[in-house]
Antibody, heavy 118, light 110 residues
Framework: QVQLVESGGGLVKPGGSLRLSCAAS????????MSWIRQAPGKGLEWVSY????????NYADSVKGRFTISRDNAKNFLYLQMNSLRAEDTAVYYC???????????WGQGTLVTVSS | QSALTQSASVSGSPGQSITISCTGT?????????VSWYQQHPGKAPKLMIY???KRPSGVSNRFSGSKSDNTASLTISGLQAEDEADYYC??????????FGGGTKVTVL
């Protein structure tokens, strides 16, 4: 069955960097678009970024554009999110998700918590 | 990339039907048939309940149904059950290849 396991979260100071990873299994990873979605403590969901199956297309929410970079390794079945210049407002649980046609997020990982604080 | 508008909370008794609305603009909900709905229980990851406005993923109860009219999408839960108590989020494809979520609706089963 589809399994997505995020890792790499933790406590980081404002202005710092962190790289999140998402290990995918149970499906042909290279056939699917993938997304990162986050949820601040006690708040709603916020779409962060997506990457196409062939890596040719990416896009970002305005709130992270220029600071975050999404990437993937189709040979290793991994999705990544490089987060630079982190701010307090980036504090959230970060989920990776497998996308399907139309951009709905069909499967989600359990999430990894990123806390930005001095 | 403004969030879609959802009512904060909806409640109903077991067996009743409830409807959650999600209002956007012609640049998102009204412009594309790519509205999806997610259920989230406390401390858990979201679960896809409806996609492409009206489609149900395999395994999701047919008590859940979706619809759309102009810039407003709706999720209806019929035959409300205790396990349906959760937060529900709508999402839509938006112009410029981005996606936007609603603020979430807390469903309470009385």
């Amino acid at each position: 069955q589809v399994q997505l396991v995020e890792s790499g979260g933790g406590l980081v100071k404002p202005g710092g960097s962190l790289r999140l990873s998402c290990a995918a299994s149970g499906f042909t990873f290279s056939d699917y678009y993938m997304s990162w979605i986050r949820q601040a403590p006690g708040k709603g969901l916020e779409w962060v970024s997506y990457i196409s199956d062939s890596i040719s297309h990416t896009n970002y929410a305005d709130s992270v554009k220029g600071r975050f970079t999404i990437s993937r390794d189709n040979a290793k079945n991994f999705l990544y999110l490089q987060m630079n210049s982190l701010r307090a407002e980036d504090t959230a649980v970060y989920y990776c998700a497998r996308d399907q046609g139309g951009g709905s997020h069909a499967n989600w990982g359990q999430g990894t918590l990123v806390t930005v604080s001095s | 990339q403004s969030a879609l508008t959802q009512s904060a909370s909806v409640s109903g008794s077991p067996g009743q039907s409830i409807t959650i609305s999600c209002t956007g603009t012609s640049s998102d909900v009204g412009g594309y048939n790519y509205v999806s709905w997610y259920q989230q229980h406390p401390g858990k990851a979201p679960k896809l309940m409806i996609y492409d406005v009206t489609k149900r993923p395999s395994g999701v109860s047919n008590r859940f149904s979706g619809s759309k009219s102009d810039n407003t999408a709706s999720l209806t839960i019929s035959g409300l059950q205790a396990e349906d108590e959760a937060d529900y989020y709508c999402s839509s494809y938006s112009s410029s290849s981005t996606w936007v979520f609603g603020g979430g609706t807390k469903v309470t089963v009385l």
